[in-house]
């Protein structure tokens, strides 16, 4: 496994922006792949947003057109640029990594590696 770890998190107005981050190298592996997920208040955990070690990117449609996944040059920093903020993506929210599996499918057993969370609240 190897170590992740979120920031960002906060409390934001609907309509505003948050960026989250998370800290750590990932897997180094040909088919090596990073997400976020989100846990809504006594929901279960759904898939936001992943990214290929190819840069391919795939997105939950309830956040495409608004939220943006990337990775720094050196790959060791995840980010989540969250835009035009809803009540309903008040969630923590979770980065994972893992390699090797069917990545674009949010599939939790598809990941090796699991951050902490960081709580993220919208609110009118």
């Known amino acids: 496994q190897v170590q992740l770890a979120e920031s960002g998190g906060g409390s934001v107005q609907s309509g505003g922006s948050l960026s989250l981050s998370c800290e750590g190298p990932g897997y180094s592996h040909a088919n090596s792949y990073m997400a976020w997920f989100r846990q809504p208040p006594g929901k279960q955990r759904e898939g936001v947003a992943a990214i290929h070690s190819d840069g391919s990117t795939t997105y939950a449609d309830s956040v495409k057109g608004r939220f943006t996944i990337s990775q720094n040059a050196a790959k060791s920093t995840l980010y989540l640029q969250m835009n035009n903020l809803k009540n309903e993506d008040t969630a923590v929210y979770f980065c994972?990594?893992?390699?090797?599996?069917?990545?674009?499918?949010?599939?939790?057993?598809?990941?090796?590696?699991w951050g902490q969370g960081t709580q993220v609240t919208v609110s009118s």
């Open positions: 994972a990594a893992g390699y090797g599996g069917i990545w674009w499918s949010f599939r939790e057993s598809q990941f090796n590696s």
